[in-house]
Nanobody
Framework: VQLQASGGGSVQTEDSLRLSCGASGLILNNVAVGWFRQAPGKEREGVSCIGSNGFTSYRDSVKGRFVVSRDVAKDTVYLQMNSLKPEDTAIYFC?????????????????WGQGTQVTVSS
């Protein structure tokens, strides 16, 4: 199983980016997918997750700015990030978990992809 996050880049404050998470060896439509990020010198933290049933959750600091969604036809999960702030700068990872998993407990996530760098400049 391999997950791959893509779509990162360098943007200015208030810009938007859309991250994508794809997988091989796994059908993302059947599992929960979480987005995590890790800034330099900080622990990895959960950002958003979407269950196989479409239930979503977000960390407080991104509520109202980030939206997680699925494209069932493409078996891809997206993280639309709007109104980006410098404090959103981090490497962003996607990870998969069992279909009923929710929340950001890293131990519940089985497979992790390589991250994609997001840099937001003021």
């Amino acid at each position: 199983v391999q997950l791959q996050a893509s779509g990162g880049g360098s943007v200015q404050t208030e810009d938007s980016l859309r991250l994508s998470c794809g997988a091989s060896g796994l059908i993302l439509n059947n599992v929960a997918v979480g987005w995590f990020r890790q800034a330099p010198g900080k622990e990895r933290e959960g950002v958003s997750c979407i269950g196989s049933n479409g239930f979503t959750s977000y960390r407080d600091s991104v509520k109202g700015r980030f939206v997680v969604s699925r494209d069932v036809a493409k078996d891809t999960v997206y993280l639309q990030m709007n109104s980006l702030k410098p404090e959103d700068t981090a490497i962003y990872f996607c990870a998969s978990a069992g279909p009923g998993v929710s929340g950001f407990s890293r131990s519940k996530y089985d497979h992790w992809g390589q991250g994609t760098q997001v840099t937001v400049s003021s």
